[in-house]
């Protein structure tokens, strides 16, 4: 495990004070970090609206992304379970979990997935969500990185609550109501900027999001121009859009 990441990555999940926090790069800083430290092939987050439903507002890949809605549609799989128990669940094996969860087994393997490790995004008593990590093939999963992706997940969860105190939200569900209510807007922007430049859905998300940091504007107030036509993103570099080898810390807003 790269020690410098580590550091520099529980310093970047801390560091909420930057003037125009933005909640879902935030979240996809936690799921980008995990599959860099970790000995994972993805990750995905999932978070709780007001009602108690979970909902998916962060994935290191759309084929991760659409497992979790999967997951959620068919209301099994290990995530789920993570955050009904507020317990860490490990499958590493999921193929040989299809009595356990008998929809959610064969699409995970079917998306590429053969283990899962998911864990809770928790507060003393109160469960937000789950961080859930996939690798390709079946065994277990390392406990020592597995205190690492939890470590993660509870710094994370902190610098929500931390986040919400300074900025005086009034509560943690309105917080993620809007990451929530955000994380739409982007998936239209998403999409509608693949079809027109003929990219894939991973592309599309790092070229949008990467495009959001030169300019130092929120993802989600971006995706949201997009959307509505006022802002064309004119002179995008597809190029830009391909998966980095190594993400370094993202840069400062103005007034941080």
Do not use: Y
Not at 152 to 175: F, W, Y
């Amino acid at each position: 495990m790269d020690g410098a990441l580590l550091s520099d990555t529980f310093v970047e999940l801390t560091d909420t004070m930057v003037a125009g926090f933005d909640v879902i790069d935030f979240l996809h800083v936690l799921t980008d970090r995990s599959v860099q430290l970790l000995d994972v092939a993805a990750a995905g987050l999932l978070l709780a609206d007001p009602r108690g439903e979970l909902r998916v507002v962060a994935a290191s890949s759309e084929a991760v992304r659409l497992l979790e809605l999967f997951q959620i549609q068919s209301d099994q799989g290990p995530c789920l379970d993570c955050f009904r128990s507020g317990q860490p669940v490990q499958a590493a094996d999921v193929a040989a979990e299809a009595q356990r969860w008998p929809r959610f087994a064969p699409a995970a393997g079917q998306a590429g997935f053969g283990a899962v490790q998911a864990l809770p995004m928790r507060l003393r008593e109160q469960v937000i969500g789950a961080l859930n990590l996939f690798r390709t093939g079946p065994g277990a999963f390392d406990p020592a990185e597995v205190r690492v992706g939890q470590a993660l997940a509870d710094v994370a969860t902190i610098s929500l609550l931390q986040e919400r105190n300074m900025r005086h939200t009034d509560t943690l569900n309105e917080q993620l109501q809007t990451a929530l209510n955000s994380r739409v807007i982007i998936e239209q922007a998403k999409g509608k900027l693949a079809e027109r430049l003929g990219l894939d859905m991973d592309q599309a998300f790092n070229l949008l999001r990467d495009s959001a940091r030169t300019s130092n504007r929120r993802l989600s107030d971006l995706a949201q121009a997009f959307v509505n036509g006022t802002d064309a993103l004119a002179g995008l570099n597809v190029s830009r859009s391909q998966p980095r080898a190594s993400v370094g810390r993202p840069p400062r807003r103005p007034g941080s």
